[in-house]
Structures are given as structure tokens and as C-alpha cells.
């Protein structure tokens, strides 16, 4: 289960325990079917079969974990990848969001991280 500290508030720490929840619901389904589900761990892409055999993919590196954030935080707004980025860009949160905080945000599933990305970028701008 998800655990976030006191910098994040009540209302995101219920939605990463729900997403959390959700997410197990639906690797128990895969296996359950006997599929193997694909999830992010310590910075690593790792197959996982049913047996519980885990299977190295690939190392996931800052720039690629911030374009797959980038890419999915899009989807989640119904907006093309390009602005996206561009909007994210000119508030300067590619790096100072995620990728000065890779430590931390890749520890989280992909679907928390764009959720986060998406609320991030309409909290700033609706500052600026």
C-alpha cells in the first residue's frame, strides 16, 4: 500500500491509497487469468508472473520516467503529448518537478504520477 508523508495533502493521500487498492484489484485479475502484469519497482520495469517469478525488463532512467509521465499526464487531460510538455515547460516542472523529485515519484505507479502531474500543472497555473 502507498504511503505518502505530510507534504502531500489528505485528499491525495486517500486517492493514492484508492489507486493503490485498484491497481492490486487488477494485478490479482491478471494473474488470476494467468498473465503476467508489467509495474515499476525502484526504478526498474519488471514482469511479474503469476508464480510470483520476477523478470528484469529494463532500468528506467530519469528522462524516460518523465516522458512516460509527460505522455500519460496528456492522455489523462484528453491534450496531445507536445502541449502538455510545452505547458509543463513554461512553468519550468519538468525539472523541478519530475525530475528533480525522480527519487521519490518513481517509486509510484504511472497512473498516480500523471494524475499528480495534471494536478501539479493546474495548481501553478492557476497561480500564474
Known sequence: ???LDDRFSDEAKMLARL??????EAVRAA???GLSVTVLEDGK????APDGTRTFVKELEPLHF???AIENAAKRMKIPSWEMYRR????????????????VLHTQGIDWVAEDTV????NWEAVK
Do not use: C, G, P, Q
Open 45 to 48: 520495469i519488471v514482469s511479474i
Open 66 to 68: 518523465a516522458v512516460m
Open 88 to 103: 509543463l515547460k513554461a512553468r519550468n516542472l519538468i525539472h523541478n518537478r519530475l525530475l528533480s523529485h525522480y527519487d
Open 1 to 3: 500500500m502507498v504511503e
Open 31 to 33: 494473474w488470476a487469468r
Open 19 to 24: 489507486a493503490s487498492k485498484a491497481s492490486m
Open 119 to 122: 494536478e501539479t500543472l493546474l
